[in-house]
């Protein structure tokens, strides 16, 4: 006879190995060839035993021999499935949220996931049980790790989750992406006098505050007079300033 069980530990009963109506004569003493698969009891003609949780990965066998007949138990691996759930579109400078669901039909993986972004930077972050689900007889466990990923430059970034193997689990591996947009940046130019003679010198301070996050822009800034290119400059801290040269008379709009 051949049962199969799951991969956690439980125990399960042989109903009548021995029918009522057959005598019993000496000892009846069910053996296991395996230390993980144990009897428990044998009352009323039936066989108790128990079964310890399988290693990672690893299907097994084991067998009771009861009465000069053998029952084989097999046992399953306990395998898990990952898949990133959630990695929302963040904008530059803000720290983006991802979410890693594992899921088993064994039982509730627990642990951590770590999350590899563009093959080089790891973060991680520790699974919470989730509710079980239901569906033709078989069960699925879950839980999820929101793993926070800061820093990121603009552009669309991959990523790898990857659960390691447990004690009961084998290990499991998710691909998905997070998309940075480029900050929105508002410039601010200001002159250290609202008006000059012709002749004088005129100093201007361009700001581009920092975003959301607090990241400072970077890069290069074009200060323009009515469309005209007067200063190109780079931005350090997320400011730039120039002295302009005698401008010529009437109004300027500089942007």
């Given amino acids: 006879a051949l049962i199969g069980q799951l991969s956690a530990a439980g125990t399960d009963t042989l109903p009548s190995v021995i029918p009522a109506s057959q005598p019993l004569y000496g000892a009846f003493v069910p053996t296991s060839n395996q230390s993980w698969l144990r009897v428990t009891s044998t009352t009323d003609g039936a066989v108790r035993y128990a079964f310890d949780a399988a290693p990672s990965a690893q299907a097994r066998t084991g067998q009771l021999t009861i009465l000069g007949r053998q029952v084989t138990v097999s046992q399953a691996a306990g395998l898990s499935a990952s898949a990133i759930?959630?990695?929302?579109?963040?904008?530059?400078?803000q720290s983006g949220a991802v979410a890693v669901r594992v899921t088993s039909t064994y039982a509730t993986p627990t642990g951590s996931v770590d999350l590899v972004v563009d093959g080089s930077t790891t973060f991680s972050g520790t699974l919470v049980a989730g509710s079980a689900t239901t569906a033709d007889g078989v069960t699925t466990y879950s839980a999820t790790a929101t793993i926070a990923v800061p820093g990121l430059t603009a552009g669309n970034h991959a990523l790898v989750a990857n659960y390691s193997s447990q004690a009961t689990f084998a290990g499991s591996t998710a691909?998905?992406?997070?998309?940075?947009?480029?900050?929105?940046?508002?410039?601010?130019?200001a002159s250290s006098k609202a008006s000059t003679t012709y002749g004088e010198a005129v100093t201007f301070t361009a700001t581009v505050p920092a975003v959301d996050g607090g990241a400072s822009p970077t890069g290069t800034i074009l200060i323009q007079d009515g469309g005209t290119t007067i200063a190109t400059g780079t931005l350090t801290s997320g400011s730039f300033t120039f002295t302009s040269p005698a401008l010529v008379g009437g109004s300027h709009s500089l942007t």
Wanted: charged share 10%; glycine share 8%; net charge positive.
């Fill in 85 to 93: 759930t959630a990695a929302p579109t963040i904008s530059y400078g």
């Fill in 175 to 189: 691909l998905g992406s997070i998309r940075v947009d480029k900050a929105i940046a508002a410039a601010t130019i």
